[in-house]
């Protein structure tokens, strides 16, 4: 299984992104999609989910700025990012849990705001 993700750049504060990842390979079923990321010195942390039923998750920080969505026939997820903010600099990572339990994970893409 393969995660090939897209989209990270440079952005000044106010702007916006859209990252996308595609899964490829030997996949029945995503149940869940989802883009975590790391800042330089902090953790990896969640910043939106979606399962294959449309349901999303969110990071408080994040909420009412980005968007996250999915193409099941492609098996794809997409996260709008607007509004951005310089603390929304980070290593973007796309993430998929299949239906037996396994997780996948992407290369990661930066993106860095500043002005």
């Known amino acids: 299984v393969q995660l090939q993700a897209s989209g990270g750049g440079l952005v000044q504060p106010g702007g916006s992104l859209r990252l996308s990842c595609a899964a490829s390979?030997?996949?029945?079923?995503?149940?869940?999609m989802g883009w975590y990321r790391q800042a330089p010195g902090k953790q990896r942390e969640m910043v939106a989910d979606?399962?294959?039923?449309?349901?999303?998750n969110y990071a408080d920080s994040v909420k009412g700025r980005f968007t996250i969505s999915r193409d099941n026939a492609k098996n794809t997820v997409y996260m709008q990012m607007n509004s951005l903010k310089p603390e929304d600099t980070a290593v973007y990572y796309c993430?998929?849990?299949?239906?037996?339990?396994?997780?996948?994970w992407g290369q990661g893409t930066l993106v860095t705001v500043s002005s």
């Open positions: 979606i399962n294959r039923d449309g349901s999303t």
């Open positions: 390979g030997s996949i029945f079923t995503i149940f869940r």
């Open positions: 993430t998929i849990r299949t239906s037996s339990g396994s997780n996948y």
